[in-house]
T-cell receptor, first 117, second 109 residues
Framework: EAGVVQSPRYKIIEKKQPVAFWCNPISGHNTLYWYLQNLGQGPELLIRYENEEAVDDSQLPKDRFSAERLKGVDSTLKIQPAELGDSAVYLCASSLGRWREADNEQFFGPGTRLTVL | GQSLEQPSEVTAVEGAIVQINCTYQTSGFYGLSWYQQHDGGAPTFLSY????GLEETGRFSSFLSRSDSYGYLLLQELQMKDSASYFCARGGGYQKVTFGTGTKLQVIP
């Protein structure tokens, strides 16, 4: 069974440009997470979806970041405009769903390494 | 807040035992998870403690004490491949998800 798929794996852009990341979770997983991870630090939650509903977006910088999961399957995270400080790895993860006992286990994709010049 | 504190770095000898601690400062019931991340890789799930006590999975064990707001990951019979970063995490289900600061483990010969 395929794991969490993310694309692109690497992205280099100039500041003020837009960028988008795509994630396809494991089939049957209702919960989808987007994280930001800086070097040497733990993942920081940006947004969490239960199906198509964003249930926790309290840490998403909404002035420049947006996300969608229209059909409750794959998801897109966008930054517009990008700033130098946005350089990081953007991780997508999925889990079964919050009403499931095994929801504590998250499966991570390989991440997208963003460099903003 | 919901911070989870871990030692930043730990060094241990191959074949030895190492304990990585995680302390947190929020009240309420939360399970505690542990993830391993090799350099350049994605975090992978190691274990989950829903209740107080010790959970054992092969060479890895994890412990939780909710009354002490404390948990740890115990790695036995260390191997070179265990060199990685280890993160504790709280939440999941209906609870907010927060990852710890991470511990970089270096296993030396």
């Amino acid at each position: 069974e395929a794991g969490v798929v993310q694309s692109p794996r690497y992205k280099i852009i100039e500041k003020k440009q837009p960028v988008a990341f795509w994630c396809n979770p494991i089939s049957g997983h209702n919960t989808l997470y987007w994280y930001l991870q800086n070097l040497g630090q733990g993942p920081e939650l940006l947004i969490r979806y239960e199906n198509e509903e964003a249930v926790d977006d309290s840490q998403l910088p909404k002035d420049r970041f947006s996300a969608e999961r229209l059909k409750g399957v794959d998801s897109t995270l966008k930054i517009q405009p990008a700033e130098l400080g946005d350089s990081a790895v953007y991780l997508c993860a999925s889990s079964l769903g919050r009403w499931r006992e095994a929801d504590n286990e998250q499966f991570f994709g390989p991440g997208t390494r963003l460099t903003v010049l | 807040g919901q911070s989870l504190e871990q030692p930043s770095e730990v060094t241990a000898v191959e074949g030895a035992i190492v304990q990585i601690n995680c302390t947190y400062q929020t009240s309420g019931f939360y399970g505690l998870s542990w993830y391993q991340q090799h350099d350049g890789g994605a975090p992978t799930f190691l274990s989950y403690n829903a209740l107080d006590g010790l959970e054992e999975t092969g060479r890895f064990s994890s412990f939780l004490s909710r009354s002490d707001s404390y948990g740890y990951l115990l790695l036995q019979e260390l191997q070179m491949k265990d060199s990685a970063s280890y993160f504790c995490a709280r939440g999941g289900g209906y609870q907010k998800v927060t990852f710890g600061t991470g511990t970089k483990l270096q296993v030396i010969p």
